[in-house]
T-cell receptor, first 115, second 115 residues
Framework: DAGVIQSPRHEVTEMGQEVTLRCKPISGHNSLFWYRQTMMRGLELLIYFNNNVPIDDSGMPEDRFSAKMPNASFSTLKIQPSEPRDSAVYFC?????????????FGQGTRLTVV | AQKVTQAQTEISVVEKEDVTLDCVYETRDTTYYLFWYKQPPSGELVFLIRRNSFDEQNEISGRYSWNFQKSTSSFNFTITASQVVDSAVYFCALSLNSGYSTLTFGKGTMLLVSP
């Protein structure tokens, strides 16, 4: 299996622009997570999907952030408009989910820089 | 709400020294899972171990060992005879045993192993 695939790996954008991060989870996994990593706050959960349905989006910072999972094999995280404080590494992870946790498999992350 | 504390921000050792990374967790649930992940300089998050709350047996995997003590809510990680390749940020994480649980991470401990 190819693992969780994220694109792009690096993104540099100007403040005010729209940014879209993409994630392809591992086939068969029904849970998908978006995490953000910064030096100050560490790894924070932004949103959690189960069977393509958003279950917990309490970590989404504000209305500028939105996430979708139109099908089991694709998810997007969109920031519009982007701000310099959004600069971080964004990780997507997937898990078989359900009651019995195995582990979450993480993608390689997207390093976002907003200038 | 659950919480994971990794009090050691950064540890520096010389190769071949043993090193222990501390992890203390908080949860009111009686059933939960604990994890350790490694983040090498390349940035990806690599799963190391998963332990459920009913299994307090210590585990050893090569130079790695884990000590789980429910009485002190700790899940410490020891690297024996450290090597330069062990240099990374190590994260401890907690997940509850429920259908819609997510991973809560500690802030991480940066381990620097010098030759």
């Amino acid at each position: 299996d190819a693992g969780v695939i994220q694109s792009p790996r690096h993104e540099v954008t100007e403040m005010g622009q729209e940014v879209t991060l993409r994630c392809k989870p591992i086939s068969g996994h029904n849970s998908l997570f978006w995490y953000r990593q910064t030096m100050m706050r560490g790894l924070e959960l932004l949103i959690y999907f189960n069977n393509n349905v958003p279950i917990d989006d309490s970590g989404m910072p504000e209305d500028r952030f939105s996430a979708k999972m139109p099908n089991a094999s694709f998810s997007t995280l969109k920031i519009q408009p982007s701000e310099p404080r959004d600069s971080a590494v964004y990780f997507c992870a997937s898990s078989p989910g359900g009651v019995f946790w195995t582990e979450a498999f993480f993608g390689q992350g997207t390093r976002l820089t907003v200038v | 709400a659950q919480k994971v504390t990794q009090a050691q921000t950064e540890i520096s050792v010389v190769e071949k020294e043993d090193v222990t990374l501390d992890c203390v967790y908080e949860t009111r649930d009686t059933t939960y899972y604990l994890f350790w992940y490694k983040q090498p300089p390349s940035g990806e998050l690599v799963f190391l171990i998963r332990r459920n709350s009913f299994d307090e047996q210590n585990e050893i995997s090569g130079r790695y060992s884990w000590n789980f003590q429910k009485s002190t809510s700790s899940f410490n990680f020891t690297i024996t005879a450290s090597q330069v390749v062990d240099s990374a940020v190590y994260f401890c994480a907690l997940s509850l045993n429920s259908g819609y649980s997510t991973l809560t991470f500690g802030k991480g401990t940066m381990l620097l192993v010098s030759p």
